[in-house]
């Protein structure tokens, strides 16, 4: 069935809790998404202070872990929920849980400042991130070696990636792995022949790559109007994801994410906000 909450419909099978949330809401999961999920949290409390809202990142995974294990009321992801995660969360709860895009991103391409190479193909950059393409000038920079910054598999942005850049291959041994994107970011920003990737809200003191869908495509911008019409190559949705429908105190809170005040928080951050 499908079920509506404020604009948006869940097309995802699910029971209906009547019970209010006790306690704080808790909102754990993606490192993308927990800058965001921390401003909703304190603009929101402004205004119901009776409400207790608690945000922590540790990745998508970890946050679809935690809302299985029943120890978060709320998961931050910025992938889609595996069906194997839901048929998980089915064995526990009977339910499939319920998916609410909240805002957009342009998974953004990020090189240091001083690189000459000002976009790149979606075909490029899985042999770049594959291994198979090493130095800069074999697209169109300089003659230098390509270091490689990437995010740990707990990461939705890393599998994200993956699948949509890497086509499911696997990384370069070489990609060094970084806890976040403000992570990926500062490395990027202090090393000249490096290329990193992750959220948009996060792209300050590094440059971002333009990207191509095919060779002979025009290079896309991750900005407003190609993330919201799609045309941008690495847009994706963000999303919460709860257990039952939302009721209560929860209901308010994601009723108000989803409100113009909730989505004004989307573009302060610096993602985008859901038609």
Known sequence: MRISLGAICFATAVATSTV??????????SDTMVLLGQRWAEQYMVKAPSTTIQVTGGGSGTGISALINGTTDICEASRPMSDAEKNNLKERYQTTG?????????LSVYVNA???????????????????????????????????????????TYVFFKEHVLKNADYSP???SMPGT????NAVSKEKNSIGYGGAAYAKGIRVLNVKK??????????????QDGSYPLSRPLYFYVRNKPT??????I???????????VSKVGYFPIK
């Open 20 to 29: 209010a949330v006790a306690g704080p809401i808790t909102v754990k999961g």
């Open 98 to 106: 319920v998916e609410i895009p909240v805002a957009r991103d342009g």
């Open 114 to 156: 001083a690189n000459p190479v000002k976009e790149l193909d979606m075909e490029q950059l899985r042999l770049i991130f594959t291994g198979k393409i090493t130095n800069w000038k074999e697209v169109g920079g300089k003659d230098a070696k390509i270091i490689l910054y990437s995010r740990e598999n707990s990461s939705g």
């Open 174 to 176: 070489r990609a060094q």
């Open 182 to 185: 403000a992570a990926v970011v």
């Open 214 to 227: 095919e060779p002979t495509s025009p290079a896309v911008s991750p900005d407003l109007t190609h993330v």
């Open 248 to 253: 209560g105190e929860m209901k308010a809170f």
């Open 255 to 265: 009723d108000w994410v989803l409100s113009p005040e909730g989505q004004e928080i």
